[in-house]
């Protein structure tokens, strides 16, 4: 059969039968537990930033060593494409279900290997060479976990409800963060700041043991996708998926690689940078910023799949240029509202700069994932994703915190998350809608 017929092959999960719902619940499920591995890591790196930069990289200026290692917090994304395309052309050629086993597990132990380096008090400069390896691995990982995850719910989901189902991956995404800050919180809050710097900084990094066991178990259980299995049925698989996507899916790839550009400055700058942000510079007391972390991350999950559900209701396009928009208007007064010396104005601030996350998240996934066909989703989705995510997440910590440091005005970093989302909200107007389409 041609690409041409198979394209329009309707490959929707069947509807509404038992064993059918039974299986979407599996697979949302084990999305949401593999990417929360993913984002506990990403997480408990950038919480612990501050704390872990002196011991890799001692130097006498604080803002020099935090810099050194958001460096090596970035160079995990410079990989992640590189991931994404070798993982991704694994996923579209033997399936997802036993790609999606091997990230998980990648990830998990790429993360527990960071809690067991030495410090350059120990290992001098063989110390931070050992980290940058170490981030290069688990980014490796990560650049097919997310995409894959939420291919493969969007493939098991029901025509209309993909953006319900779909929400498993980014509150995943949430939930793993909130874990994230909540261990550093209780590390911090229960260590003294010797016992902290000696060992304590490992713990954060050695619980991810216990949920990569939970999270491969879970993925174990699963069944491929019924999209991939009907796929097969009707052609080979594809021998070389990321030439096909540049061949035939040029415009989709430019469309997600913009869009998640605009969704991961959302969340690195938005939320993960925050942490440093009101540490670092407004002096907030540490345990306490994490343990609000924790609170806002949870209470964004709730919402994922209340908006995820809005956009099968009334379009991907319109929820998303929604959380775009607010992004735009909330990021500068809020930020503003933190730099009172007010903790609880602070909370209150980060609750409401928050409130875009789960919109932008919730819908961000099924919307890629229905850009593309099945015989090259994971590929096209993995490696336009991942610039974006490289190019949103991977360098802003650092620019941010660079402009903080050259310019003096604490406000800068959000020039950086309102043009990124009007970078997204620009996209959308070339973006067809999708939520009542058949996946391809």
Known sequence: MSNASTANLNVDAPPSTASARHATHKAAMAAAAGTAIEY????????????????????????????SVLAIF???????????IVLGRLGDKLGRRSVLLVTVIGMGVATVAVGLLPTASVAGVLAPVALLLVRLAQGFFSGA??????????????????????AATPV??????????????????????????????????LMALPLVLLSAFVRQRIEESAAFRKSLETSQPVKAPLKEVFAHHRAALLKVFLISF????????????????MITYLKYDKTSVYWTMSAVSLTMALLMPVWGGLSDR?????????????????????????????????????????????????????????????????????????FGAMLGGGVTPYIATALI?????????????????????????RTRETADESLQ
């Open 40 to 67: 506990y890591e990403f997480g408990v790196y950038g919480y612990m930033a501050a704390i872990i930069g002196p011991l890799f990289f001692p130097a006498d200026n604080a803002t020099a060593a935090l810099l």
């Open 74 to 84: 970035g160079s995990a994304f410079l990989m992640r494409p590189v991931g994404g």
């Open 145 to 166: 976990e997310v995409t894959g995850a939420a291919a493969y719910v969007a493939e098991c989901a029901p025509r209309g409800r993909r953006g319900f189902y779909g």
């Open 172 to 205: 995943g995404v949430a939930l793993g963060g909130a874990l994230a800050a909540a261990v550093c919180g209780l590390t911090t809050g229960l260590m003294s700041t010797a016992q902290l710097h000696a060992w304590g900084w490992r713990i954060p990094f």
């Open 262 to 277: 605009g969704q991961n400055a959302g969340y690195w700058v938005g939320f993960v940078f925050m942490n440093i942000y």
């Open 314 to 386: 009334i379009g991907r396009r319109k929820v998303l240029a929604i959380g775009f928009t607010a992004y735009i208007v909330l990021v500068f007064p809020m930020m503003m509202l933190m730099n009172h010396q007010n903790l609880a104005l602070a909370v209150l601030a980060m609750f409401i700069v928050a409130l875009p996350m789960p919109i932008v998240q919730s819908v961000g996934y099924p919307t890629y994932a229905e850009q593309f066909p099945t015989r090259v989703r994971y590929t096209g989705m993995a490696f336009s994703f991942n």
């Open 405 to 429: 440091g050259h310019t003096g005005n604490l406000l800068s970093p959000a020039f950086l998350l309102v043009g990124a989302a009007i970078v997204g909200l620009l996209t959308l107007t």
